[in-house]
């Protein structure tokens, strides 16, 4: 297999090019700032030995072997653990030891030895040299080129110049897109899922440093002071206590959903660096947590608001699926959108807090019979309004309630941004695939070209061969094979005589010394 190093100054656009290696194809890939969840203790990575780590022995000597975390900062609280060059090192070694079992994939790195010291650069020169022999790897360095240079098999320098060509070895003036496309040659790697995924995530997101234990905390902190400020609550004020204990389950919910887009990031990053097998699966996973977090919260409400009430006018099971699909309505947007789209985090605050935003103007749960004719019609779309028709001597007030079903009408209304949501990822995915199928028969048209020929085999020589085969190259594969043997042997007789010209160099040393040796004997 092969080791290509890509070389050239700051803002060329390196890292560029492999982040377009990496959206053409898939690869494993480690960037170079790569982020994991800090809060993953090192020895809970399933599948994982991180003896072999080069400074595993200073945390078993110290005892920390089980408890170390990867460590760093996510939604903006730092956890301490790992510095940033053993994090390097343990995404390096996490990657040589799930690609061991397999072959023929593409490794794609991006400044391997970014924040790691001198000593250390032996340990992934070795890992490298292990890995090349299986694998095709394209990595980025600014550190230690010399070094990749001599190991390397190819070299590509990019320019900040003209960012439309490359240079390949000895090629000058590459078009860029067929670079591209002839670096994008490997097999997809193969996980082997199974319940270990299952129970990691657990391990990880139901630990102390997970997010929950500081959501239980603030929760009854918060409800705690409701029960005393609102206790002894009369008949006639249900509403306020409604409205107050609602107030008081969003903004306890609320820290949790917030850091959900940060969490999405990292998953997507770990998942590249092949930390666990499905990042699907992980986010179903962390939005069946979010959900199962969301109703605890709601049966703290529902139970707060009954201890504080003197009458039992909100008891009831309408009421506790009331209080909880409302809850609902207004915060799962920013559980969906965080999770599932690739939104930054300001556009998941703005667009996931519009249900909150416009129940207020459109519920009419503020101002019962107000509001433009044909416009106050929009109140129907909002759970609010059919959970204040359920509210006794308020109900009265609201306009358009329904006569029955009102809680059917309620979940119906609380399920609307999700359903919508589902539909417009179906569509999207259909439209994605359709787009996706077009990309791939126009590349694969480019990949049948002399261009693109003559380059794999630059690249990548003989195994290429293959490969244009499979694709149904246009080419004269035959000439080009006789032209790489004829290339080879010519390199190879080079090298020969490279080889022979520097033993009669050291033959000549040699006799020379002998004659300085005899001179010196007389």
Known sequence: MTLTVCVGASGSGKTTFLNDVHKSHKCTYIRQYHNLRPYIKVSAIPAFDPTQLPYW???????????????????????????????????????????????????VLDEPFAGVTDDFVPFIVDRLNEMRKKHNILLVTNDHVETLKTMADNTVIVSAIDRTKVTINEKKGVDRDTALLAMSIGDDYTQNSNNQDFKFFLDVELSKNGGLFGVAGFAVFSFGLFLMTFWNSNGGSEPLVLIA????????????????TDWRIYQNEEAE???????????MLKFGLTMTLLVIICSCQYGVINACLTVDTLAGANFYFGILFDSLSLLITIALLGLFTNMSFEAVQIFGGMPFLLMIFFST??????????????????????????????????????????VLYLILASLTVPILFVCYKGVKAMCSRAKGAKAKTSRR????????????LELFGQKA??????????????KLAGSLHSNSTKRLSIDMASSSDRNSE?????DDDEDKKSEYSV
């Not at 660096?273 to 986010?283: D, F, I, Y």
């Not at 048209?445 to 794999?456: D, I, R």
Request: include cysteine; aromatic fraction near 10%.
């Open 465 to 478: 061969l293959r490969n244009l085969k499979h694709i149904g190259s246009v080419a004269d594969l035959e």
């Open 245 to 260: 204990a609602g107030i008081v389950s969003f903004f306890t919910a609320n820290p949790y959903f917030l850091q959900l």
């Open 365 to 406: 749960t503020f101002s019962p019979g107000a509001g433009i004719k044909g416009l106050k019609n929009l109140r129907y779309l909002f759970a609010r309004f059919y959970l204040w028709c359920m509210v006794p001597g308020y109900g009265e007030l609201m306009e358009g309630c329904p006569e029955n079903n009102t």
């Open 273 to 283: 660096a092949l930390l666990h097998s499905s990042k699907m699966m992980n986010k």
């Open 57 to 107: 022995d200073i945390y078993i000597k110290e005892k920390k072997d089980k408890s170390i975390l990867v460590g760093g900062t996510i939604a903006g609280q730092f956890m301490a653990g790992l510095s940033g060059g053993q994090r390097k090192l343990l995404l390096f070694e996490l990657i040589f030891q799930r690609t061991s079992s397999q072959d023929n994939l593409l490794i």
């Open 445 to 456: 048209e480019s990949m049948k070209t002399q261009e693109f020929a003559e380059l794999q």
């Open 506 to 510: 050291m033959a000549a040393e040699i």
